[in-house]
């Protein structure tokens, strides 16, 4: 019952904005390039504002179709899906004037099946966007197309903001919320297009799409006739990333204030013939949302995307990122409500060299990469691999996450010394390797997990032995062997913070904090976190505010990370392993105690942590009555007037499952529901047509017990009355 941010998160977005439940499929991305990059309207130039980019490893500014399908890589999950997604970065502006970047908390996109007719893919060289960066208010004169049965709406609807605040129920605004609290970060929303005219790939004034006529559902302009698959875009902001207690302001990488502003670009890069059998086979019938569910999509999908195609290198020479005096680019913060001009200030592009991300070919004897047991191995060389098995020893194929360290770590834990992969995605033992050697240009397949690595070729082995003597027997974490120790060893240089270290004698048995075991060092990046669950960063935080966190929270996990930023998730990410090095920062909030370091987190298992469970038999007990409830799935429910139950309704800071039973009980209704953590509601029936969801979906802790679960957004657990008399 594992719950991600990403996943509750993205769960969230259908209540809000989705009523109605149609087939669709959504993809997390990570992070590929940050910068004043814009392929779309500043072709082979500096864009006029900083972008968070997701998608292909080769992105830049003159990116067209053909490069975006010849990148090695991407950053979203779908490898099929070389299409590139960018939204605006975000500052806070202190009160001395200065701005401080905010962190991301990563882009989830959704494909979704809305409107009337048959839905044509993406075409090739397509591209367009939603959102205009120069608005500062929300205008109500311009109107998506509409008739007397299917009204319009204000374009300006296309965007939209929630403030998420897990103890709370939100609502969306049009620009940016007036508080900008929002523990569990601020979440940006773009719809985009469905509509187009079927002729043009684009046109800058972006009049080749249209909206639906209720922007996420309803009917094409006659001029834009075609249905495309309608594209909406999820971007997170991690607004507590910054110390705000100075009073200063949020905006957006163009100096909006407002948030009207904001917008998303979307480019093209899909595989047509995946596109053309995922819309068909995913989008137009079933969809649960889950790309597992899609076979089309499944065969690529890489959940290590985040880690297997890293944040690349900047292509702008300028600081982006931490404490700035000017937003990039020359944007003043505006506020409105007239519209702001983009200003397009110069900068300079950095050379690029290597601009598929290719890594350099590997040398015999020379080159090394170091498996997650700590073990080293060296090349060996390229040998043909005919007849019979140059390697006898065990074997595997993995078409999605084939890496050089996962079948070394696959061969060294059978007890083999000598490893090779072959054909991209397979991989051989052995402990001697006698077949001939064979040119290097023979093993020029790339690996299925890492691109940017070789994985032998049509019978070819690319060879490596592990170094013999040196490291030691065995991983000294007992807590290894419950997460996946494969390591993919991605050393990304730009993801890594500077850090001035102060070095500590390496404890023996690690920090000790009460009510929880050290379970050691583990890595941790930027694109794919080691714990998803839950964020907060402190400038007093303590192993001990961390742990209290993840307690009150109902996470198994948890772990701090460079001084002061505290993590906690379910499960440990299989993109974190082990380390020995790097967890040498001091606590903020306490200097005895270590918090992690760069890229490095202390993780810890709570020794408090319950699992949440759905109750089978819940008595309840009026005064007046008895009787007794069981747990009847997790069903769907939308905001506003279509809600699943609808007799009544309570919201209280100590919700539990038998409160609300209790109370529909009482109230002679025999369906009852717990939502959103802190929301019960009854009925004699489940109405608006809502439908079963995965249990594993409603994924929200009860407000007044951590060991139970209470739906999520747009997700309810249902409890039914059990009829007296009836066995069970
Ligand atoms: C962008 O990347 C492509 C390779 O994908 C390369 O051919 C092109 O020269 C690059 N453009 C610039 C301006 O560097
Ligand atoms: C609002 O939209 C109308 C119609 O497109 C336009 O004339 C007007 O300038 C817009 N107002 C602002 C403040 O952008
Ligand atoms: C999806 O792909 C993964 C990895 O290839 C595979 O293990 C899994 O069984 C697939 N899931 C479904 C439902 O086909
Ligand atoms: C082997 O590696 C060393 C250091 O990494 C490097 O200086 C040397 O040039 C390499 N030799 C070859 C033949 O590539
Ligand atoms: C095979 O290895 C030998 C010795 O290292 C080398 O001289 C020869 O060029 C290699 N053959 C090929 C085809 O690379
Ligand atoms: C700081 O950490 C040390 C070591 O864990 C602990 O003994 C001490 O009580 C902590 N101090 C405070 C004020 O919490
Ligand atoms: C809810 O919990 C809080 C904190 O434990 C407590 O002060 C309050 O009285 C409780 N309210 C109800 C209605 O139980
Ligand atoms: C208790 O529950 C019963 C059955 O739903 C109901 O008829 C009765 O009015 C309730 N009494 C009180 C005091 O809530």
Not at 117 to 139: A, D, E, H
Request: glycine share 10%; net charge negative.
């Amino acid at each position: 019952m594992a719950s991600t941010l990403f996943a509750s998160l993205a769960l969230t977005a259908l209540g809000c904005c989705f009523p109605g439940v149609n087939a669709f499929w959504r993809m997390n991305c990570g992070i590929i390039q940050l910068g004043r990059v814009d392929p779309i309207v500043n072709y082979d130039g500096i864009s006029g504002h900083v972008h968070i980019i997701g998608g292909p490893n080769n992105f830049n500014t003159t990116s067209n179709y053909d490069m975006l399908r010849n990148s090695l890589c991407t950053s979203c999950t779908i490898q099929e899906d070389k299409s590139a997604y960018w939204t605006p970065y975000m500052y806070y502006q202190k009160a001395d004037g200065t701005f401080l970047s905010v962190k991301n908390g990563g882009i989830i996109i959704y494909y979704l099946e809305r409107g009337q007719g048959i839905v044509t893919p993406f075409p090739p060289g397509f591209k367009m966007i939603s959102g205009n960066p120069g608005l500062r208010s929300y205008n109500r004169t311009t109107m998506t197309y509409g008739t007397a049965d299917n009204p319009g709406r204000p374009v300006a609807d296309a965007v939209s903001f929630a403030c998420i605040d897990y103890t709370k129920p939100y609502s969306e605004t049009a620009g940016f919320p007036s508080d900008m609290n929002c523990p569990q970060g601020l979440r940006a929303q773009v719809h985009f297009q469905t509509c187009w005219d079927g002729v043009n790939l684009y046109k800058p004034d972006n009049s080749h799409v249209a909206h639906l006529s209720q922007i996420d559902n309803g009917i094409c302009p006659p001029t834009h006739p075609k249905l495309l698959p309608h594209l909406f875009y999820e971007m997170y902001y991690n607004l507590d990333s910054v110390d705000t207690s100075d009073g200063g302001r949020f905006l957006l990488a163009t100096g909006d204030t407002t948030g009207y502003g904001y917008h998303g670009d979307f480019l093209n890069g899909w595989n047509p013939d995946i596109q053309a059998r995922a819309v068909s086979n995913c989008l137009a019938s079933s969809g649960s949302g889950q790309i597992e569910d899609c076979p089309d999509l499944n065969a690529s999908n890489d959940v290590a995307s985040g880690a297997n195609c890293p944040l690349q290198p900047p292509l702008v020479d300028e600081e982006i990122s931490g404490s700035l005096t000017a937003l990039p680019g020359c944007n003043p913060p505006t506020s409105g409500p007239e519209r702001v001009r983009q200003q397009n200030c110069p900068g300079k592009l950095i050379p690029q060299t290597n601009t598929d991300g290719q890594k350099q070919t590997p040398v015999p004897g020379n080159t090394t990469v170091t498996l997650s047991s700590g073990s080293r191995a060296t090349y060996a060389g390229c040998y043909v691999d005919r007849g019979d098995r140059a390697l006898p020893g065990a074997s595997y194929t993995d078409s999605v996450r084939m890496t050089t360290e996962s079948c070394g770590a696959f061969c060294q834990g059978k007890g083999y010394s000598v490893f090779g992969t072959e054909y991209a995605q397979e991989c051989f033992c052995g402990n001697t390797i006698t077949s001939a050697n064979s040119s290097q240009s023979d093993c020029s397949m790339t690996c299925k997990g890492n691109l940017a690595t070789y994985c032998g070729g049509p019978n070819r082995l690319s060879v490596w032995k592990l170094a013999q003597a040196g490291s030691s027997s065995s991983s000294s974490s007992s807590r290894s062997s419950t997460t996946s120790t494969v390591s993919t060893q991605i050393t990304s240089s730009v993801t890594s913070k500077t850090i001035t270290t102060t070095s500590l004698a390496a404890a023996a048995t690690g920090p000790q904090v009460q009510n929880a075991n050290y379970l050691g060092c583990y890595t941790d990046s930027v694109d794919r976190r080691a714990l998803s669950g839950y964020y907060f960063n402190s400038n007093t935080q303590t192993l001990d505010t961390c742990r209290t966190a993840a307690e009150n929270n109902g996470f198994e996990y948890f772990g701090v990370e460079y001084s002061g930023e505290c993590f906690a998730g379910n499960t440990i990410s299989s993109s974190s392993s082990p380390t020995s090095q790097n967890c040498n920062m001091r606590c903020h909030g306490n200097s005895s105690q270590i918090c992690g370091g760069s890229n490095a987190i202390s993780m810890f298992e709570s020794l408090r942590y319950v699992e949440a469970i759905n109750k089978a038999d819940v008595a309840v007990n009026n005064g007046t009555a008895s009787g007794s409830f069981g747990y009847g799935g997790c069903y769907t429910d939308a905001a506003g007037l279509k809600r699943t139950l609808t007799t009544y309704w309570f919201s209280d800071t100590n919700t539990t499952v038998e409160m609300c039973l209790t109370t529909c009980f009482s109230k002679g209704l025999s369906v009852a529901g717990v939502e959103y953590a802190n929301e019960c509601y009854c009925d004699t029936e489940i109405r608006n047509a809502a439908i079963v969801a995965a249990d594993s979906e409603c994924s929200m802790r009860c407000a007044g017990d951590k060991a139970e679960w209470c739906g999520a957004g747009g997700r309810i657990s249902v409890y039914r009355q059990k009829i007296a008399g009836r066995t069970r």
